[in-house]
């Protein structure tokens, strides 16, 4: 239904190492959004795709948005201790309200 | 000026006590959010309200209670509280109902004991 999975659940990588969460859809998404939480914080947003095979960056952050509009992807190249935290990509349900993943969590060490 | 603000943001109480939590945009936004976030870190939509109307009620006990008084507040009242309700709430708003991005308060750690 309108659950999007969010796989895998924990990383764990060394600093310089890439990183990528992906989030999947049994239907078709009108859009999907992606945010972080960082530890003790609170969701912030990140970005919105919308268009099908849409690639988006910010900096280090690569943001896919599949062809069948059914999956996305967040890839972030060579992590940073200041990108830990848990990223969650939500779907909007019934145009009312966001679903949220349940989120990919990264630890980085240095 | 905070955009979403709850308050508290930490509160501790006992089993059948009733609480509320508050919250606030100056966002000048039509829709709000309660949403709780287990131990898991899984965000759980409890209500959407747009414009004072409540437009989603996700399976959620009726003893809690949301009020909008307008349209920049949406306040949760719980009723007779459980060790199971123990979880970080946060309050967000949004423009429209879904599909814009989201802003969400500090959160509100509740710990039943």
């Known amino acids: 239904g309108q659950q999007v999975m969010q796989i895998p659940q924990y990383q764990h990588v060394q600093e310089g190492e890439d990183f990528t969460t992906y989030c999947n859809s049994s239907?078709?998404?009108?859009?999907i959004q992606w945010y972080k939480q960082r530890p003790g914080g609170h969701p912030v947003f990140l970005i919105q795709?919308?268009?099908?095979?849409e690639v988006k960056k910010q900096k280090r952050l690569t943001f896919q948005f599949g062809e069948a509009k059914k999956n996305s992807s967040l890839h972030i190249t060579a992590t940073q201790t200041t990108d830990v935290g848990t990223y969650f990509c939500?779907?909007?349900?019934?145009?009312?309200?966001?679903?949220f993943g349940k989120g990919t969590t990264l630890s980085v060490s240095s | 000026d905070t955009a979403v603000s709850q308050t508290p943001k930490y509160l501790v109480t006992q089993m059948g006590n009733d609480k509320s939590i508050k919250c606030e945009q100056n966002?000048?936004?039509?829709?709000m959010y309660w949403y709780k976030q287990d131990s898991k870190k899984f965000l759980k939509i409890m209500f959407s309200?747009?414009?004072?109307?409540?437009?989603i009620n996700e399976t959620v006990p009726n003893r809690f209670s949301p009020k909008s008084p307008d349209k920049a507040h949406l306040n949760l009242h719980i009723n007779s509280l459980e060790l199971g309700d123990s979880a970080v709430y946060f309050c967000?708003?949004?423009?429209?109902?879904?599909?814009?991005?989201?802003?969400f308060g500090q959160g509100t750690r509740l710990t039943v004991v």
């Open positions: 967000a708003s949004s423009q429209a109902t879904g599909g814009t991005e989201a802003f």
């Open positions: 239907t078709t998404l009108s859009n």
């Open positions: 795709l919308v268009k099908s095979g």
């Open positions: 939500a779907r909007t349900w019934a145009g009312t309200a966001l679903i």
């Open positions: 966002l000048g936004h039509d829709t």
């Open positions: 309200y747009n414009n004072k109307e409540l437009i």
